[in-house]
């Protein structure tokens, strides 16, 4: 008796059943191979006219955007020339910028010291206050009639000059908003 | 929204002879809510004694007009080397513009035609880059700010430009009883007045009606706690609390660097004025109003 070969269905869940050609999109493989002429023709006519719609408006100008850098300015003939750091330079930079972060820390930390300062002065007003009067201190305590927002103008770099009168009136931005140089094809 | 701070402070408040102990978290409030949560208990203790005996302190509000610096405060030497090293690590990893490709190109052609690789007749330029960077360099040596910038006298304490980066405060001399007295404008809080309605009155009273000035807020920013002296305590008044506001002089215009003060002195109530620096202040007030003010100031 010969012996049949018997194919044992495994215990696989039907989740688990991975086929490749199985996508619901994907659609039917090759299906574009065997096509009649006319067909094609056809199709290819109306990537024409779609193409030839999206010509005729004018190219939209893409704004100016400091962090996307053109395609011409990757390549290689743009590299400036390396200069070489000796290892003292190297370790002079990396102490200096160590003792630039020790500074800053520190001088954010007394800032928010200063603020809590102020606030906690300002607690310690409302406070003696109530012990007052309470009709005071819920006038304190009032969000109308505040100068909200308050606007102010910082400190200037340096002392006027003698007899200078400034020009009346604020500065008006007038570069262009939008760049033609990142439209150009890149440089071969 | 109340946040917690990390400790606990005990306060000690002496009230006709008795004392009163309170303990409270530091908290930074914006509502009446959230204080009432943590004093409630307490304040109603002191509402029903203050309304038996009413509190000897002399309720007062003053003015702290804040002159804001005008000029920056110098770089400090780290901070320059700091900025000359961002500078030159900046420098390095950039890459390069049209400007040095263009020179970079006609120093080549340059070399190439007196070398004899290239005709004469392909210079497109009459005056290279370099030339023209060389003029630019030679007359940036050349250069010398001939401006004479204006002479702030430091000296003079009525000048409200003087020490331009600094923070400066207004303070008047008043009398109070037979002495003259240097201190904050202060006024005695009135009936049917808010605190900081009786600050901008303070402020108007001792400088006139045409001085600008742009208080921040309802609350007052400061306290300030002091006994008269014994010949003019009264049965009614021991001593004084005196709540401070702050307001600013307003600088509004990018390009005005200076400002402006305009007063209308009634001399009966300030005998003389001075706009005074923090460490300055201590020539005029007490240790301990100065003190006060000292940290009102940012």
């Not at chain 2, 009163?20 to 949560?37: A, E, G, H, M, P």
């Not at chain 2, 000359?84 to 400007?99: D, V």
């Amino acid at each position: 008796m010969a012996l049949k070969k018997v194919f044992f269905s495994l215990p696989v869940c039907s989740s688990r059943w991975i086929s490749t050609s199985c996508s619901r999109s994907a659609g039917f493989q090759g299906s574009k191979a065997n096509i009649p002429l006319e067909m094609k023709l056809r199709m290819i006519e109306r990537k024409k006219r779609r193409v030839e719609k999206l010509s005729k408006q004018p190219l939209a100008f893409i704004p100016i955007t400091d962090f996307f850098i053109p395609y011409s300015w990757k390549m290689d003939k743009r590299a400036r020339s390396k200069l070489e750091i000796s290892e003292e330079e190297e370790d002079k930079r990396v102490l200096l910028e160590k003792e630039w972060a020790r500074k800053t820390f520190r001088s954010r930390k007394q800032e928010s010291w200063k603020i809590k300062l102020l606030l906690r002065h300002q607690q310690r007003a409302l406070e003696e206050l109530r012990q007052e009067s309470e009709k005071l201190y819920n006038a304190a305590l009032q969000c109308e009639d505040l100068s909200i927002p308050f606007t102010c103008r910082g400190p200037v770099q340096s002392t006027p000059l003698e007899g200078y009168l400034p020009p009346l009136g604020g500065y008006e931005h007038t570069d262009p908003l939008f760049s033609k140089d990142d439209l150009s094809l890149p440089e071969v | 929204m109340a946040t917690q701070l990390s400790s606990r402070l005990f306060h000690k408040i002496k009230q006709g002879g008795t004392r009163w102990f309170y303990s409270y978290n530091r908290c930074i409030v914006s509502d009446k809510q959230s204080l009432s949560k943590h004093l409630k208990r307490e304040v109603h203790d002191i509402e029903q004694v203050s309304s038996q005996c009413p509190s000897p302190w002399m309720l007062q509000a003053g003015v702290c007009l804040i002159r804001l610096p005008l000029i920056e405060e110098d770089l400090s030497e780290f901070q320059k080397r700091y900025i000359s090293l961002k500078e030159q690590m900046e420098y390095e990893n950039s890459i390069l513009n049209e400007w040095e490709l263009e020179k970079i190109k006609q120093t080549q052609l340059m070399n190439d035609i007196e070398s004899g690789k290239r005709d004469a007749s392909e210079m497109d330029f009459k005056v290279s880059k370099q030339d023209y960077e060389d003029d630019y360099n030679q007359a940036f040596k050349e250069f010398t700010e001939s401006t004479t910038e204006l002479d702030l006298n430091d000296a003079d304490f009525k000048n409200i430009n003087r020490r331009p980066k600094d923070y400066l405060v207004l303070i008047s001399k008043q009398k109070l009883g037979n002495d003259t007295v240097w201190m904050l404008p202060t006024e005695e809080w009135k009936e049917e007045e808010n605190l900081r309605q009786s600050a901008e009155r303070a402020l108007t009273s001792h400088c006139g009606t045409l001085v600008d000035a742009s208080f921040v807020s309802n609350a007052p920013s400061g306290f300030y706690k002091y006994k008269f002296p014994k010949n003019a305590r009264t049965d009614a008044y021991v001593g004084a609390k005196l709540f401070i506001y702050n307001a600013f002089v307003p600088r509004v215009s990018e390009t005005q660097s200076t400002a402006t003060f305009n007063l209308d002195i009634d001399l009966n109530k300030m005998l003389d004025y001075a706009w005074v620096a923090k460490d300055e202040m201590r020539n005029f007030l007490k240790p301990k109003y100065s003190k006060a003010i000292d940290e009102i100031i940012f």
